[in-house]
C-alpha cells in the first residue's frame, strides 16, 4: 500500500543550486518524514513535519507541508556533492501503526 | 552513538534454506520494523513489532515470520528462501507513537541461489 510518491524520480543540479523534490499522498496523516539513503545503506531519518504545521527547517532542509493537497516538498539550498543520495518521504499507514514509504528521488549533485 | 545493528552486510543462501536476519537496537526502543527495498518499488514493510513477543503483519508477510523475544532484538525468518526474496533488507527501530522518526540499519544485502 504506497502512500507517498516522490517526483522527480531522479534530479541532477550542480553544486550551490538548490533541489526541490516533491511528495503526494492520499490519506489523511498525522506527520510526515524525510530520510535520506546513501547508496547501498540504511536510511537516515531528516526531519518530521506534524499535519498542523506548514513549514519546519533544519539546517539547508526546508519542509513545507499542504494537508489540502495532500503534498510536501523537500528544498536543500546550497546543494554539495555529499547530498547526493536518495530522499523518501514516509507518512503513518492506515492503522497509524508504521510508517509507508515513498519510491524516492535520486539525486546527483555534481560539482 | 545510538544503532541499530543488523547482523549480516551481505549474505548468500541457497533455495530452500532456512535464513535468519538478526537486527538488534541499542536505544530502548518500543518498535522494531522490518521493510525489503527493491528497485522500483522501494520500501516495503514486511512485520513489525510494538512490544516484546508482539508482532504484526505488513504489507508483504508471505513467506516470512519473526521473532521479539527481547526488546532489543527483531529477527525475520525466512522459512524456505526462495529466489524472489532476493532483496536488501531493512531493519528501523523507534520510540512508541507516531511523533518520532525511526533509526534504521545499514541493511542486510540477501542473495537466494
Known amino acids: 500500500s504506497q502512500q507517498g510518491e516522490e517526483d522527480p524520480q531522479a534530479l541532477s543540479i550542480q553544486e550551490g543550486e538548490n533541489a526541490t523534490m516533491n511528495c503526494s499522498y492520499k490519506t489523511s496523516i498525522n506527520n510526515l518524514q524525510w530520510y535520506r539513503q546513501n547508496s547501498g545503506r540504511g536510511l537516515v531519518h531528516l526531519i518530521l513535519i506534524r499535519s498542523n504545521e506548514r513549514e519546519k527547517h533544519s539546517g539547508r532542509l526546508r519542509v513545507t507541508l499542504d494537508t489540502s493537497k495532500k503534498s510536501s516538498s523537500l528544498l536543500i539550498t546550497a546543494s554539495r556533492a555529499a547530498d547526493t543520495a536518495s530522499y523518501f518521504c514516509?507518512?503513518?499507514?492506515?492503522?497509524?501503526?508504521?510508517?509507508?514509504f515513498g519510491k524516492g528521488t535520486t539525486l546527483s549533485v555534481s560539482s | 552513538d545510538v544503532k541499530v545493528t543488523q547482523s549480516s552486510r551481505y549474505l548468500v543462501k541457497r533455495t530452500g534454506e532456512k535464513v535468519f536476519l538478526e537486527c538488534v537496537q541499542d536505544m530502548d526502543h518500543e518498535n522494531m520494523f522490518w521493510y525489503r527495498q527493491d528497485p522500483g518499488l522501494g520500501l516495503r514493510l514486511i512485520y513489525f513489532s510494538y512490544d516484546v513477543k508482539m508482532k504484526e503483519k505488513g504489507d508483504i508477510p508471505e513467506g516470512y515470520s519473526v521473532s521479539r523475544e527481547k526488546k532489543e532484538r527483531f529477527s525475520l525468518i525466512l522459512e524456505s528462501a526462495s529466489t524472489n526474496q532476493t532483496s536488501m533488507y531493512l531493519c528501523?527501530?523507534?520510540?512508541?507513537?507516531?511523533?518520532?522518526?525511526?533509526?534504521f540499519g545499514s541493511g542486510t544485502r540477501l542473495t537466494v541461489v
Open positions: 528501523a527501530s523507534s520510540l512508541s507513537g507516531l511523533d518520532y522518526g525511526y533509526t
Open positions: 514516509a507518512t503513518d499507514n492506515q492503522a497509524g501503526t508504521a510508517l509507508i
